[in-house]
């Protein structure tokens, strides 16, 4: 079994329903089970009907959940950036960071890494308490960009690498030839250097998330039957194939909403499909997520992923 599970989907097809439906029907079943809304827009809490914060509240036995606090992310890792800037670079004195900052706030890419520090901490801090966790995904957009945001950085992280050798090369080969050079006292060697280190350390948190995303998480595109709702899964499916991320499977929620006809567009055949019916009396109590019949999705989630972890 997988130690991840995020359910992507367009807004409103029942992302937050079925995630805390999953999570509950595992506590259910024996697991631990901590269910995390990544949503800055959280109703996590009103659907298990317990007022969560940003660290896992107790729901019911075997069952934890939080709305992670992405605003404060934000500001943490700014923090972390300008930690970083004046320790690595002794020059940042001289610059102007704070103007510099208060745009990064607002830059594109902050977001999506405030994301993705807070999955870092639920997997290094909070997980190892758990058998899984369950994340309730924001918009398709934005979740897009976090889960590709390790491949993307890591390429340009590399290449800052390769700069920072050549750098680092020169340097040896000026003082090499005027031992008085200015740059003589910046001559180090690669494990000796500062940012070489960071750059180094960066690639690993990048590809540990990598990891996470494509090798330790069962991920699942949930729809209706609808044309829109299909239309965004085929679109995050083409987007995960590109960044590696294996999707595991459709959730088909809502089933029988309109007498309308419906059949799964055939670009979404080879996966693998789970139905869930429309309540049409509405889901208003913690219990009547049980009518959610979750076992075949439980079952493959079971089946699937590492040999051996089950
Ligand atoms: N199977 C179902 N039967 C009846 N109502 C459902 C079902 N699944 C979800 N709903 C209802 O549909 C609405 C949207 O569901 P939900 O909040 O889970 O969607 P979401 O994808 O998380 O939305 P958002 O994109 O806004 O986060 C809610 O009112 C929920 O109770
Ligand atoms: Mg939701």
């Not at 994301?115 to 918009?139: G, K, N, Q, R």
Request: include cysteine; proline fraction near 4%.
């Amino acid at each position: 079994m997988h130690s991840n599970a995020f359910f992507l989907g367009k807004g409103g097809v029942g992302k937050t329903t079925l995630s805390a439906a999953f999570g509950l029907a595992l506590a259910r079943s024996g697991k631990k089970v901590l269910v995390a809304s990544l949503d800055p827009a959280h109703n996590l809490g009103d659907v298990y009907r317990t007022e969560l914060g940003d660290a896992p509240t107790p729901v019911e036995p075997g069952l934890d959940a939080m709305e992670v606090d992405l605003a404060s992310w934000v500001e943490k890792y700014l923090d972390e950036s300008r930690q970083e800037l004046k320790t690595t670079y002794s020059y940042a004195g001289t610059m102007n960071l704070e103007s510099f900052f208060d745009i990064m706030k607002y830059s594109p890419g902050t977001e999506e890494y405030a994301v993705l520090w807070a999955i870092e901490h639920i997997h290094c801090e909070l997980a190892a308490s758990y058998d899984l966790v369950v994340f309730d995904t924001p918009p398709t957009a934005l979740s897009l960009r976090f889960l590709a945001m390790p491949a993307i950085s890591n390429l340009w992280v590399a290449e800052l690498t390769k700069l920072r050798e050549r750098i680092l090369d020169r340097r040896t080969s000026i003082t090499r030839i005027n031992p008085e050079s200015a740059v003589a006292s910046s001559c180090v060697d690669k494990d000796d250097d500062k940012v070489y280190g960071r750059l180094g350390a960066i690639r690993k948190r990048l590809a540990a998330l990598q990891n996470l995303f494509s090798q330790e998480s069962y991920v699942a595109v949930v729809i209706n039957p609808d044309q829109l709702s299909v239309s965004e899964a085929i679109r995050i499916k083409d987007e995960l194939e590109k960044i590696r991320i294996p999707l595991s499977g459709i959730c088909v929620n809502k089933r029988g909403i309109s007498k309308a006809d419906w059949s799964l567009d055939k670009r979404l055949h080879k996966i693998k499909t789970f139905d869930f019916g429309f309540r049409a009396d509405g889901l208003h109590e913690r219990g009547d997520l049980r009518t959610i019949e979750t076992e075949e999705l439980v079952a493959d989630f079971m089946a699937a992923g590492p040999k051996g972890r089950a």
